[in-house]
């Protein structure tokens, strides 16, 4: 019996390392692509941008344009989008009133913005009021994603 177990454990041992021995495949790997200087523009705007309240109105109704320093456009894949609103607080205890940021968000995977954001928004634009295109996801004529750079409108 552990002369039987004993040629078990040799015929593990022996099978294992006929494993190990095996040939590997060279593996070639791809080198990295470099991703291209990218803008993010709305309307002619791009970065961070000071507007009016009636010019915000009317950018948030454009679409989102990706493009790099050649001027090709970039498919848009989504993006996240942020709306910082100042609002009026009272305080219970003291009655006293103070500016706070209200902020909502969501992720978006088409551009312009959906008609309930653009009615909401558009009734609401006031001065010191922020929105934030970020995380913006696009994708080369090769299907190859990328991030973009971040947009931020402030309204004066």
Do not use: H
């Given at each position: ?10 015929a ?13 495949l ?8 470099k ?5 993010t ?16 109105d ?25 709306y910082?609103?100042m ?12 500016k706070?940021a209200?902020i909502?968000?969501?992720?978006f ?15 609401n634009?006031k001065?010191g ?8 996801i ?12 971040n ?6």
């Amino acid at each position: 019996m552990k002369k039987i177990i004993t040629q078990i454990c040799f015929a593990i041992i022996a099978l294992n390392s006929v494993q190990a021995q095996r040939r590997q495949l060279p593996v070639t790997l791809k080198p990295p692509v470099k991703a291209p200087k990218l803008f993010t523009t709305i309307g002619k705007f791009k970065d961070t941008s000071t507007v009016t309240a009636q010019l915000a109105d009317s950018l948030i109704r454009l679409s989102l344009q990706i493009a790099d320093i050649k001027k090709l456009p970039y498919t848009l894949t989504s993006y996240q989008f942020l709306y910082k609103q100042m609002v009026t607080t009272e305080d219970e205890q003291t009655g006293k009133t103070s500016k706070v940021a209200s902020i909502k968000s969501s992720l978006f995977k088409a551009s312009p913005l959906p008609t309930l954001w653009i009615n909401i928004l558009s009734e609401n634009i006031k001065k010191g009021d922020e929105f934030f295109f970020f995380d913006v996801i696009v994708k080369d004529a090769k299907g190859r994603f990328m991030y973009a750079p971040n947009l931020k409108l402030i309204v004066e």
